[in-house]
Structure formats: C-alpha cells, structure tokens
C-alpha cells in the first residue's frame, strides 16, 4: 500500500499547546485560592468546560469565557471584578503566546514534504489556529490546511478525499488517541501516535493494541522511517 | 462568459445575524444602564471590539469577551458580578439563537443549484456557523463550506478556484460591500449585493459604482435571474 499523504495533528504534535493551558489554569487557581480550594475549583472548571464544549467548541476563547464561568458560579456571581479582568488578561495572553516548533519537528517535516502531501488537520479557534501556524514558519510545508470543529471518523475522510487519494492511503500523526488516531483508523488511513508529556483529560483514550495500522512513535523524527516501512 | 460557481455569505443574507447582535448589544445597554450613559458604553464597545478582532477574529465568543472587558473597563474593574453573568448567558443565547432562512432563500437556493455548485463562504466561529446551517436545513444545497478568518481577495481567488473554475467564471452575493462585494470583485468574480436592514458599522463600504461585473439587488430571489443574463 503506497502512502500519498500525511495529516498531521497541531496542537502538541507541532507546538506547545497543554502546557500553556495549564500555565493559564494554575494562574487562574492562584488568583482563586483565596477564594476557593484548588480541588473544587479544577472539578467544577472542569464540569463548566464539559457542559460548554457543545457550544463553544475547542479553543482559547471557549476556555476563557468557561473560567469566566466558573469564577461566578463558584462565588455566588460575587467575584471580584479584578479577578474578571485579570482571567482575561490570561486569555489574550494565551492567544499571543509564541509559537514555536517542538524538537525535530522541522527536519521531519521537510523530509516528509519531499516525498508526501502534507495535510495539517486541527480543532481550535479559526483565526487562532491560523495565526499559530503563521508564527511556527511550518505554513509552506502543508499542501491543505483543515481546522475543523470536530475529529471523527468522517473527518479524517474527507479531508484525506479532498486533499489526497482516500484514507487508504493517507497515514495520520498526532498526540491524542481520541482525535488523532482511533478515529483516523476508523477512516481507514494509518495512524501514528506521538504521546506528549501532557494530556488534556479530555482527550484520553486507549491505545489500539495490536491493530495492524497503528504504531506508537517515541518522536515525530520517526515518522519518516515509519512511512516507509509501509511501502 | 458562462458562470459555473455561486458563493453565498451566511449571516444577514441566509438567515439573521446582525439583527441578533443588536439584540444583545441593547441588552447590554439596559444591564450597565445605572453605570454608565448609553453613547458613552456603545463607544467604548466598539474601541474595544476593534482592539479585539485581531486577536478573537469575528463571532458569539469574541464579542461576548469584548462585552466583558468594556464592563470592565468602563467601572475600572468594579462591574457588579451579576451583570458579568448576565453578559455570558447573554452570549449564550446567542449561540443558541434559532436560525431560520430569511424570506426567498430557500426557493432562491433551490433553483440555483439546479445550474451551479453553491458554495458556502462565511466568517465567524468555526462551530456556531456550522451548527447554524445545520440548523437552518440547507446544507444539502451546498457543495461546500468554506469558514475563513478573513475574506479578502485571495479568499475568493482560493475558495473558487478549489470548488469551482475559477473566480472568473464565479459570482459572490451578500449583503456586506467590504467583505463579499469589494474583494470578490478584485479577485475577478461576479458580485451581487443585497442590502439587509442593519449593518454592522465593520462592514460598511461605498458600493462600487458602475463596475461592469457588480450588481445591486432588491432580494436573494433577485439572483437567479441576474446570473441567467451574465449568461
């Protein structure tokens, strides 16, 4: 089975994403522990960010109004206005963080946009996801660009039929089981899975064991070496 | 020269978008009414919104932040936290706002995809103006759905000659000179304006009068005619 092209997930498989998320979530404990004790605090952001997800969708605005949220829900809508003010400084703060390639993944990429169509399939805010790849410098490298409100099966499908030959003979690259790789393998493309050192809890699923189109990469540096072992 | 491709704007030329927002915006006004004179908070909304738009692009979520941060500025970071609860269930119910097609829009659509691929081309929050659409039950009249960050001259040359011929053989319609008309026609398409009662003051533009490919309509059942005489 010949590969023609390669998607690839963004958010912790091309950049830091998570951690600047829990960097954002332990300032926003802080300016709450006066307030609240952090347990509760993380179980009701939680709770709030579940329950707005189908309204919001992924991404840093979403995040910033569910901490808005939580803020007011658990004061009594008595928080301090201050608060208020500085959770969304936190939340602009995230949407200019700097971008910058994680290790090795330039030289992957470049050895891969030799031989294959790169696709970058992504959640998020449109214009923030635009903006990031922007900064990372990665932009040329991609023949498509998919920022997408969901990750499911038909996802992957069309986006590998538009952009390259049908999932048959797409592979898909990404850090997260639920997004990146069970649903990608359900469309019939390969699926790699490159773990980063944080997960968000939302994102947690089982690894496909033993499934014959899967692998668990240590570093997208082996992904090029991957793909040709298909061929 | 024969057109093959219709790109039609979402909001205020499918269904009501603007309508909403003023809706929300008057809301606003009556909850900071006791803080703060009506032209002074409309001013300072708008400052801010446009402060924003860089950051939080176009839709629900970024206007609902720009609502909070003007409460904030306007009461140096007292606003009373009811009033910040109030704003976000207010932004709640935007996203939650029925959609349904304006008058003709449906028999318009009908008829013109019978001649030619309709595509979707639209701002604003990734999974609002999908879940709008299907909302709105036309999506099958579509052959695509394009959600931009931005819609500029290379928007239209990119969006056409993906799901089209070409801009030269496309037309675009909708109700925002600046961003359906001006660059459409800069890119070489056809364009069709149709005026809805309210714009956004973002949006507004002078019509570009007298150009051979530009056309004013009273109403969307207006359009299947006018492109039968391009023809």
Known sequence: MRITTVGLDADDTLWHNEGIFRFTQDRFLALMA?????????????????????????????????MIETAMELTGNEAPSRLIAEILAAGREM???????LPGVEQALAELSQDYRLVLITKGDLLHQEQKLAASGLGELFVAVEIVSEKDASTYERVFAR????????????????????????AGAYAA???YELIWEHEVADAPKGHPRFAELASISDLPAWLRGLS
């Open 34 to 66: 006066h307030l609240v004790e952090p347990e509760v605090l993380m179980a009701r952001l939680r709770e709030v960010e579940k329950r707005n997800l189908r309204l919001y969708g992924y991404g840093v605005k979403g995040f910033t109004l569910s």
């Open 95 to 101: 949407l200019t963080h700097p971008v910058e390639p």
């Open 163 to 186: 952009h390259g030959t049908g999932a048959a003979q797409a592979a898909m690259c990404g850090n997260s089981m639920r997004s990146d790789i069970l649903p990608a393998l359900e």
């Open 193 to 195: 899975h490159i773990p």
